[in-house]
């Protein structure tokens, strides 16, 4: 993310007692070098960073992974080793949102659920592994409307979900790429002039080797209502 010259890079590590934590780097151009922070943010966990710019030039950082990414032990922003990802009924692990204060060094408040509602308004399940979120949270904002898009993970979805305020909650939208090559896909969406593009990886070039991955991007399409026209991932 760029502030007032300044550039930061955020990527998650684990703590010298195995816990994920966010870091930040800070440079004088995107291309680095970046010097690290001396420790993680107070308050983050798990995985995922991702900076949001609001139009009102405020900051938002969205993070969060289930499995190995240990979002599943957390409840409260407490960690628990008890904890499982929730199954049945019961409503899915959120990603997590948080405004940065204007050193975007650090948090200005306690992490917040992003939760995403069905079309009736209720919380997604655990159990729906096609619509939950897993890991890989993105948002951006067209028009006045917020946008926050993720990965399903074991389901390889790519989906979105829209509010009309930064913390939700929103409600689930649709699919934007199906399954391609590879598991999941951690991807990014961005405005060039007109158009929107979506970035994302899959293993194509690796012939699907997991590890081995490549880099990929498509425009992003939207039909009259705003709705993020589903792409098919195998093409």
């Known amino acids: 993310a760029e502030k007032d010259g300044k550039y930061y890079f955020f990527y998650p590590a684990r703590d010298k007692d195995g816990f994920f ?5 800070i440079g004088d151009k995107p291309s680095g070098p970046f010097k690290p922070e ?3 943010i107070k308050g983050t966990y798990s995985i995922d960073p991702c900076i949001f710019p609001d139009t009102d030039k ?18 409260n922003n407490v960690y628990d080793e008890k904890n499982e990802e929730p199954t049945g009924d019961t409503p899915a692990v959120c990603a997590k949102i948080a405004k940065m204060n204007p050193d975007m060094k650090t948090l200005a408040e306690e992490p917040r ?3 995403i509602v069905d079309e009736n308004g209720k919380p997604l399940a655990g159990k729906d592994h096609e ?16 946008y926050f898009t993720y990965s399903t993970g074991d389901t390889h979805l790519l989906q979105y979900s829209t ?14 790429l199906t399954p391609v090559l590879g598991w999941t896909s ?16 899959d293993c194509e070039i690796s012939k699907g080797v997991n590890h081995k991955r490549n880099v990929k991007f498509r425009e992003l399409k939207f039909d009259d209502k705003g709705g993020i026209i589903t792409m098919d991932g195998a093409l």
């Not at 619509?131 to 917020?146: A, L």
């Not at 509010?163 to 934007?176: D, L, M, Q, R, W």
């Open 21 to 25: 934590r966010i870091g930040v780097a």
């Open 38 to 40: 001396p420790n993680y």
């Open 58 to 75: 405020n900051y938002y950082l969205c993070f969060g992974g289930i499995w190995g990414g240990q979002l599943d032990k957390y409840r």
């Open 113 to 115: 659920d992003i939760v």
């Open 131 to 146: 619509r939950r979120y897993f890991e890989d949270p993105w948002m951006f904002k067209k028009g006045d409307t917020y």
């Open 163 to 176: 509010s009309k305020n930064v913390y939700g909650p929103y409600t689930y939208g649709g699919v934007i």
């Open 186 to 201: 951690h991807h990014s969406i961005l405005q060039f002039k007109d158009k929107w593009y979506l970035f994302y990886h």
